[in-house]
């Protein structure tokens, strides 16, 4: 079936560093990605659509300028969070659909667990 | 965007059929309803999706009545493992499966 994968799983990293988080399809292409947040305990909020060769929508809410979006190609997504903070801290989920199958599920990668200090 | 009703949380043991109930009372024509299944520190895992009457797979079934306002998720003979959050999830289809999750279910499987 299709897989997103995330990389890395797990990162830690100092208050004002940035962090760049990938998203990969691996066996489908993907004209469309999600990204999501999820604090401990809470449900999964989404923060933004990353569309191939063009801009990222983002929710309300949500910094554009903070959490930088790249979908340079069919399977590959990018998100950057720019001088990250404590609050920051979360575990991030993206998800991707398999255009091409018609009446599909979205499928998530397995997260990345983010940790400012 | 239809927005789901979900209990917080249900309780069961071994070996029982769980039924877990979604409301969705401003369902559009076009939206399909998709339930997942997250472990901790872990991203959702697909079990179903439908969009009328009731749809079996191999490891859930999905009810969903005609008007579409609810549906039901039912889990036979769960086993410890089972224990997780699950999500009622409705959406268009056509929005590349663009969620906005709810509170979602956790439900607690005691021996």
């Known amino acids: 079936g299709a897989v997103v994968s995330q990389h890395p799983s797990r990162v830690i990293c100092k208050s004002g560093t940035s962090v760049k988080i990938e998203c990969r399809s691996l066996d489908f292409q993907a004209t469309t990605m999600f990204w999501y947040r999820q604090f401990p305990k809470q449900s999964l909020m989404l923060m933004a659509t990353?569309?191939?060769?063009?801009?990222?929508?983002?929710e309300q809410g949500v910094e554009k300028d903070k959490f930088l979006i790249n979908h340079a190609s069919l399977t590959l997504s990018t998100l950057t969070v720019a001088s990250a903070h404590p609050e920051d801290s979360s575990f991030y989920i993206c998800s991707a659909r398999d255009q091409d199958r018609g009446l599909a599920e979205a499928f998530f990668g397995q997260g990345t667990r983010l940790t400012v200090v | 965007l239809a927005k789901t009703t979900q209990p917080i949380s249900m309780d069961s043991y071994e070996g029982q059929e769980v039924n877990i109930t979604c409301s969705h009372n401003n369902i559009a024509t076009n939206d399909y309803i998709t339930w997942y299944q997250q472990f901790p520190s872990q991203g959702p895992r697909f079990i179903i999706q439908g969009y009328k009457t009731k749809v079996t797979n191999e490891v859930a079934s999905l009810f969903i009545p005609a008007d579409r306002k609810s549906s039901t998720l039912s889990l036979p003979r769960v086993s410890l493992s089972d224990t997780a959050v699950y999500y009622c999830l409705v959406g268009d289809i056509g929005n590349f499966n663009k969620f906005y999750f709810g509170s979602g279910t956790k439900l607690n499987v005691k021996p």
């Open positions: 990353s569309n191939e060769g063009s801009k990222a929508t983002y």
